[in-house]
């Protein structure tokens, strides 16, 4: 089993709509939890991290983890075309390298 | 800005020739600096941890010998593909923790490596 599960879609949703990216893991000690955007041909860029259990919002996004259920969640409100792209989650812990999903394909459409 | 820096974005070379990719941190100083593989549809997999001054630390079924890695100071890592083949065409990502805690990790552009 890998440390983390991430379904890899294609998820593909209207403009306007709120868009919900999950991901569970197996390792409880994991202390840090990231969610990444990337576009095609491009590197990842961080969207959020949090290294709690709870809520943690940025504008239209909203990261939510579950220690307790390992299952860690990306919300996005209002998306809009220019969300389309990859969305990665990525685990780790102090000093170490992370441990990601397979990556969500999201496409929304106009 | 991007706070690391990566370099080509994109090489094509023949087979049994060496390509080195650079890795800068910008603004920051990075001990650590990691790279990763990534191919198509698939996610990203740790490759090797650089370390500043020290040797690089590879995963398993990496070769060491093929991807020669040198953190030879605090802002640059330097991934070298040797004697490269077709299938170690892929994108290959750095990625560098900027702040003390370690949480913030920022991944350099990526380069496009394609072995004719």
């Known amino acids: 089993q890998k440390e983390v599960e991430q379904d890899p879609g294609p998820l593909s949703v209207p403009e306007g709509a709120i868009v919900s990216l999950n991901c569970t893991y197996s390792n409880s000690a994991f202390q840090y939890f990231m969610w990444y955007r990337q576009y095609s041909r491009k590197g990842p860029e961080l969207l959020m991290y949090?290294?709690?259990?709870g809520n943690k919002e940025d504008g239209r996004f909203t990261a939510q983890v579950d220690k307790s259920s390992k299952y860690i969640s990306l919300f996005i409100r209002d998306s809009q075309p220019s969300d389309s792209a990859t969305y990665l989650c990525a685990l780790g812990g102090s000093g170490y390298a992370l441990n990601f999903g397979k990556g969500t394909s999201l496409l929304v459409t106009p | 800005g991007a706070v690391v820096s990566q370099h080509p974005s994109r090489v094509i070379c023949k087979s049994g020739t060496s390509v080195k990719i650079e890795c800068r941190s910008l603004?920051?100083?990075?001990?650590?600096m990691f790279w990763y593989r990534q191919f198509p549809k698939q996610s990203l997999m740790l490759m090797a941890t650089s370390n500043e001054g020290s040797k690089a630390t590879y995963e398993q079924g990496v070769e060491k010998d093929k991807f020669l890695i040198n953190h030879a100071s605090l802002t640059l890592s330097t991934l070298t593909v040797t004697s490269a083949h077709p299938e170690d065409s892929s994108f290959y990502i750095c990625?560098?923790?900027?702040?003390?805690?370690?949480?913030?990790?920022?991944f350099g552009q990526g380069t496009r490596l394609t072995v004719v």
């Open positions: 603004d920051f100083q990075a001990t650590t």
């Open positions: 990625s560098a923790y900027r702040d003390s805690l370690n949480t913030e990790a920022f």
């Open positions: 949090t290294y709690s259990s």
